[in-house]
């Protein structure tokens, strides 16, 4: 999916933890110029942080693994009721 990264990055642009460039319009000059602006501004940097940490959820790849081990007994039961229905 092309320019599929930008869904991924509107929370944390949102919370103020991030700036976004689009993928249509990246360039090293464009990229290069953003981060002059942000390194040129220590506070704002650590403001930024403090967002972009506050945005995220620490554990997410843990409730993930946990989420896909409590579903995956049901769906592989269901899998197997429709693979018997279909046998039928």
Partial sequence: VD???TANAHGFVRAGGAIAMAQATFAP??????LAELLADPARLVTMAERARNAGVVDAETRL?????RLA???AAGARC?????AA
């Fill in 29 to 34: 000059a464009a990229l290069t110029a953003a």
């Fill in 82 to 86: 429709r693979g018997a229905e279909q």
């Fill in 3 to 5: 320019d599929h990264q």
């Fill in 65 to 69: 693994a946990d989420l896909v081990e």
């Fill in 73 to 75: 007994p049901a769906a």
